[in-house]
């Protein structure tokens, strides 16, 4: 007697997903983990109603049985999270985001220090958060009598100084921007943006208290902004 291996009617267990035929496990692997990431993005870019188990399946283009095997690691590391059929971003994400400042701020630093000493002004690298640019790495130079103290951590509207209006600087547009005396009182400023890094908007910029000659400065901040890039590759 042969048995039928359909499932009863309104069974809500999940079929098991199946792979292309013909893929090897490295293949699996790398759509598997493709697969992954695309799930988190769209959870992430739900801004206030969380995306349901289906809505996932249709953004990732996969079936729901497979959104929930790829939901199973994510929610273990505490990324997302379940609120009954939805789907939100875990506290794990902001664990992984407090990583991410340092680990800019280690691979800047070299290209930042040997900008300060040619120029023998203060460097710093700004990060945009939303509408607000903070300086998350600053360097001093180390044979000048007097300079700008600019602290780690300072936050201003991306749209002062230069270091925050060169954040959002087009490739068409000028390849640095100058400021005076926009965020302290005689302070004098040069940045430019941070290119070729997905998902970074940032500047390199340079503030003296003495007005910086933009024809000379201006170019070395643009090779250290690519030196930044390459560092963070």
């Known amino acids: 007697m042969s048995t039928s291996s359909a499932r009863p009617a309104g069974d809500p267990t ?7 035929a013909g893929a090897t496990p490295t293949k ?12 988190l993005q769209a959870v992430a870019d739900a801004d206030s109603e969380a995306p349901t188990i289906s809505d996932l399946a249709n953004i990732v283009g996969v079936s729901r049985a497979a959104v929930y095997r790829l939901l199973g690691p994510l929610q273990s590391r505490g990324l997302v999270r ?3 059929s939805k789907v939100r971003l875990g506290l794990g994400v902001l664990w992984l985001a407090g990583k991410v400042v ?3 701020r ?7 220090r040997a900008l300060a000493e040619r120029v023998g002004a203060t460097v ?5 958060d939303g509408n607000e640019a903070q300086a998350i790495a600053v360097v001093e130079p180390s044979w000048t009598s007097y300079h700008v103290a600019y602290r780690v951590g300072t936050r201003h509207s991306v749209q002062r100084g230069a270091a925050g209006r060169a954040v959002d600087l087009s ?8 400021s005076v005396g926009e965020l302290q009182p005689g302070a004098y400023g040069v940045a430019a943006p941070v290119r070729g890094v997905p998902g970074l908007r940032a500047s390199v910029g340079v503030v003296a208290m003495e007005p910086l000659s933009p024809d000379e400065v ?13 560092a963070l590759g």
């Open 218 to 230: 201006g170019p070395l901040v643009v090779r250290t902004c690519s030196a930044v890039a390459d």
């Open 82 to 84: 379940r609120e009954g």
């Open 102 to 104: 340092p680990q800019l």
């Open 106 to 112: 280690f691979a800047a630093l070299p290209a930042l």
């Open 14 to 20: 999940p079929e098991p997903e199946r792979e292309p």
């Open 28 to 39: 699996e692997s790398s759509l598997t983990l493709e697969r992954g990431l695309n799930l």
């Open 171 to 178: 490739d068409e547009g000028p390849k640095w921007i100058t």
């Open 124 to 128: 710093h690298l700004t990060v945009a």
